[in-house]
Structures are given as structure tokens and as C-alpha cells.
């Protein structure tokens, strides 16, 4: 493996209250406000909660296009990219949850464009990292492109996101107490590249939410906040690496598992979540514990019924994991866990019965 990595920052984070004015200006910034095609890729919901404010907004400065994402699929992706050669689009913005924003991030890098994220939603770290996470790739994990050139991360629009949401976030952001173990674990035995730095970065978003749960659970502005600046430097701590690395574990294995198993019925954050509380009982870190009295307090689903899953389906999940990505080792080791073994895990910690 080389020895050099390109670290490559957003150039601007823009957060608070009443942001999304800044829109234009960041837009001018690039475009020199002559008219130039800017792409706003976009969901058909969250066109109405952000987009059609953000189309109004640059009107005046640049050519707005509405691109419609349904579904974030590489396919999907890749037309938004031809559409961006074809019409001569030199800007995209990324509006909506993580759909829109994961779209926009590989779109634009194909396309060789800057890209703007303005997540509507506190739900995952990709609001501000360089990894864009599409279906229908031959790899169920993201794919690098290029770091977004700038975030506007507006309070009073993410406020409205669904609680659901919230909690997601605070579930990926826990993630990091193990991605961080996986990471010196393969640093150790593997001799991969380690870089504490990022790391400390990270495991500090993890505490933060920790620290902050209640207050960012209350969904109060203040709260959501919190959350997005964590978010946002879990991201950062992955421009910082190199990789998603600092970010993504075997907790997120057991993730990119389930979603394979289950597509569709359990969000991303939430199966973080759970996944963190798993890979902590196995490292032996009594953390388990604590994280798991947390996700009670404030929400985030522990048994497999309130995740709408079967005990099948969980301990599946868990003993596909290691597969999931073999080249990035983690706790899991090479051999995964086997059926017993994940089934007792299970037990012990009390997601099934
Ligand atoms: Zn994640």
C-alpha cells in the first residue's frame, strides 16, 4: 500500500440558523454569477422541503436545473452525470437526505464539477465525507469521489427532519467507538496505515453524542446542532485519512449486512446503532452496556422486533459480515462468527430471545 494519501477538505462549512441564505453567495463564489448551469439534484419530497427554497435562491446568480433522484443507484447516479455533461452544468448542489447528497457527490465527481451539500436531514456522516453510498454497485459499501466543496448545513430546515432521523445520526456517529478499535486492530495485525489523528477525530464525534444525547434526542435546535457538527467532522476525519476508515467498522459491515438481508427496512444510523452495541460485547469494552441503556432512553431500537426484523434475519446479518468487505479487516476477523456463536452473542446482549 502507499504511503501517500491526499487530504482533501471542504473549503467551506456553513451551519446555523437561517443558512441556506448563504446559498447564492457560495454559488457566485464559483460561477462568477453568469448565468452558468447550476444542477439541484433533488427528491421528489425534499424538492418541497429545501429544493424549490434553493432554486428561488440562485435564481438570480446562475441557471438552476432540477435534477430528480428516485432512487440512489449507480445507474441513477450515472445519468444525473451525463446530464451535467450534456447541458453544461458547472455546479451541483445536493439537496435532501443522504439519496440526494450521495447522487450529487458521485455525479459531480464524474463529471469532474464541484458539488455543494445541503442535507436536509442529521441522519448519517456522508453530509461532509468524500464516500458516496449507491445501490445496485458490485460492493454494498461507498465508493470514493471527491470531498464536497462546501456544506450549508441550515438548523432550521434539518430541525424539521423526522425524529427518526435525528436518532439515525446519533446511531452512525456511535459507530466510531468501534470503527476506531477496528481500525488500530488492523493497524496491528495487518500493518495497514493508522493515522491517530483521524482516529481521535472521530471516537471525539462518538463521545460528543454520547455526552450530548439527550439534548440532540429533544430534536431542540441547539440539539440538532450538536449533532451536525459531529456529523459533519466524522467526515472530516475521513478526508483526513484517506479513507472511511476512521468512520466505518465492523459495526458498519453488520450494517451494509443487513441491508443486504433486509434492504430497505431498517435505516442506516439504526443499524449502526445496534451493530456498535454487538461488536463492543465482542471486544469485551463494557461500553456495550452503556450504549445500549442509551439507545433505550432516547429510542434507538435494541430487539429485533422493534426493528421489524427477525432473530433469523439479526443473526444471518452477523455471521455475513466479515464477507461483506474482506479486505477490511476488523473484529470479525477472517472467518466471521459462526451461527451458535452469533445466536448466544445475540442472546446475551438481548436483542432476540
Ligand atoms: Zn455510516
Given at each position: 500500500m502507499s504511503n501517500i494519501h491526499n487530504i482533501e477538505l471542504p473549503k467551506k462549512v456553513i451551519i446555523g440558523s437561517g443558512a441556506l441564505s448563504r446559498v447564492r453567495d457560495i454559488v457566485e463564489e464559483i460561477t462568477n454569477c453568469r448565468g452558468s448551469a447550476v444542477g439541484i439534484v433533488t427528491g421528489e419530497n425534499t424538492y418541497r422541503a429545501g429544493g424549490a427554497?434553493?432554486?428561488?435562491?440562485?435564481?438570480?446568480?446562475?441557471?438552476?436545473?432540477?435534477l430528480l433522484v428516485k432512487t440512489p443507484t449507480l445507474s441513477e447516479a450515472e445519468s444525473v452525470a451525463e446530464k451535467i455533461r450534456s447541458e453544461g452544468i458547472k455546479l451541483v448542489l445536493g439537496v435532501g437526505g443522504g439519496k440526494a447528497i450521495d447522487v450529487a457527490k458521485y455525479?459531480?465527481?464524474?463529471?469532474?464539477?464541484?458539488?455543494?451539500?445541503?442535507?436536509?436531514?442529521?441522519?448519517?456522516?456522508?453530509?461532509?465525507?468524500?464516500?458516496?453510498?449507491?445501490?445496485?454497485?458490485?460492493?454494498?459499501?461507498?465508493?470514493?469521489?471527491?470531498?464536497?466543496?462546501?456544506?450549508?448545513a441550515d438548523i432550521d430546515l434539518i430541525s424539521k427532519a423526522p425524529k427518526k432521523l435525528i436518532l439515525s445520526g446519533i446511531g452512525d456517529l456511535l459507530g466510531k467507538f468501534v470503527s476506531v478499535k477496528d481500525w488500530r486492530l488492523a493497524h496491528r495485525l495487518k500493518g495497514e496505515y493508522y493515522g491517530d489523528y483521524a482516529a481521535q477525530l472521530a471516537l471525539l464525534s462518538a463521545k460528543h453524542v454520547l455526552k450530548y444525547h439527550e439534548i440532540i434526542a429533544s430534536g431542540s435546535s441547539e440539539g440538532v446542532r450538536?449533532?451536525?457538527?459531529?456529523?459533519?467532522?466524522?467526515?472530516?476525519?475521513?478526508?483526513?485519512a484517506g479513507s472511511s476508515r476512521p468512520a466505518s467498522g465492523s459495526e458498519h459491515l453488520f450494517s451494509h449486512a443487513l441491508e443486504l438481508i433486509a434492504p430497505g427496512r431498517v435505516l442506516h444510523g439504526e443499524a449502526v446503532a445496534l451493530g456498535t452495541v454487538i461488536m463492543l460485547y465482542i471486544y469485551g469494552d463494557p461500553l456495550w452496556k452503556k450504549i445500549k441503556k442509551v439507545m433505550s432512553k432516547i429510542g434507538l431500537p435494541v430487539r429485533a422486533e422493534e426493528l421489524g426484523l427477525s432473530s433469523e434475519e439479526i443473526i444471518k446479518a452477523l455471521t455475513i459480515a466479515?464477507?461483506?468487505r474482506p479486505e477490511r479487516y476488523t473484529i470479525l476477523g477472517e472467518g466471521g462468527i459462526s451461527r451458535e456463536a452469533a445466536a448466544k452473542i445475540l442472546k446475551e446482549i438481548g436483542v432476540i430471545d
Open positions: 427554497l434553493v432554486e428561488s435562491l440562485i435564481s438570480s446568480c446562475a441557471e438552476p436545473k432540477i455525479a459531480g465527481y464524474r463529471a469532474n464539477i464541484p458539488v455543494i451539500s445541503v442535507p436536509l436531514a442529521p441522519s448519517h456522516d456522508g453530509i461532509a465525507s468524500p464516500f458516496a453510498s449507491l445501490k445496485g454497485t458490485s460492493k454494498p459499501y461507498s465508493i470514493h469521489v471527491a470531498t464536497p466543496y462546501a456544506i450549508i450538536i449533532l451536525v457538527e459531529a456529523l459533519i467532522s466524522s467526515g472530516v476525519s475521513m478526508c483526513i466479515h464477507t461483506i
